[in-house]
């Protein structure tokens, strides 16, 4: 019993192979996050902020992650990574996006840990997402970025941004690893279950 139990919080620790999953996973998702801009800029000629709407995009990195391997400090680590690499490529926001990337991982990993890294479904990530996107609009408001804005705009800004975010980051990362996971892909990296410990006797 005593070993298990000591299985158990082994299997819960993030490991080296996990660390690289999750920075692979990260440098995938720098990449498309350096690539997304345009779709940023094409919907931004529509109006009432709706490329915001496509800003979810920057917080998948971490929540994705954090479903592929289900432990702690992932979402913090993937979106922090993702980050670093986008600004590598030469991200229009520089170092202001290492900011960007710990301040939005760590709004999906305070999520996640309020559920104790356990409960994992499509509402817990779109909270996740919500979390992220929360945080970037502080940082936004630190510099500068929407300080002028009307309060109706305001609201406008803030609504669009977490309804994108929520469906893409949210929703969308859910399904997606979901998918995933129907192929038995991500049963090499994800943590033993006690379920699996138990028919092992």
Known sequence: MAQKETQQRAAKGLKLTDVLITIVIAAVFGVIYRIWGPMYDLLKPLGLHAEQLSYGMWFMAG?????????????LLAELAAATVEALYGGSWGVT???????????????????????V????????????????????????????????????????????SAIIAGVFAYYLTSALARTGVLNLVRPVSSKDYDALG
Not at 63 to 75: E, N
Not at 99 to 109: D, F, K, P, R, T
Not at 143 to 153: M, P, R, S, T, V
């Open 63 to 75: 929540t994705f992650a954090f479903l592929v391997i289900r432990k702690p400090w992932v979402a």
């Open 97 to 119: 996006t290492l900011v960007y990337g710990l301040l939005q991982g760590l709004g999906a990993e305070l999520v996640f840990a309020a559920f104790r890294y356990r409960r």
């Open 121 to 164: 479904n499509v509402g817990v990530t779109m909270l996740a997402a919500l979390g992220s996107a929360v945080f970037s609009l502080f940082v936004d408001s630190y510099y500068g970025y929407i300080e002028q804005l009307a309060f109706w705009n305001y609201v406008l800004f803030i609504v669009t941004r977490l309804i994108g």
